[in-house]
């Protein structure tokens, strides 16, 4: 599942539905990616680590701890089930990003 850079995209490779996109238009170095980020943490999201040009996966966690997300291509078949939202683009450093929400 390499190179998934929209919503369509996901989609496919996930075999899940989106249920929402949030876009965060390009800015300067990361700053897409950030806002991404940080929209992710307050709606309470744990945000794996960037594994670019790869998706970046989120999880909610339980309200005691947050939960640990693997790197793009080290999620487990196991973990897919706790994936609830992905960063995706095609350059995190210049352009624009989405965030798409799992169902």
Partial sequence: MSSIKDAKMVAEATGRKVIKTVD?????????????????KMKGYSVGSMCS???????????????????????GIDEWGRVQAMIV???YRDEGVSVCFLG
Avoid: M, Q
């Fill in 24 to 40: 965060f238009p390009r800015g300067v170095d990361f700053e897409a990616y950030h806002d991404a980020e940080e929209l992710l």
């Fill in 53 to 75: 040009p790869e998706p970046t996966a989120a999880a909610i966690g339980s309200l005691e701890c947050s939960l640990y997300v693997a790197k793009w291509r080290n999620i």
């Fill in 89 to 91: 683009g095609k350059d």
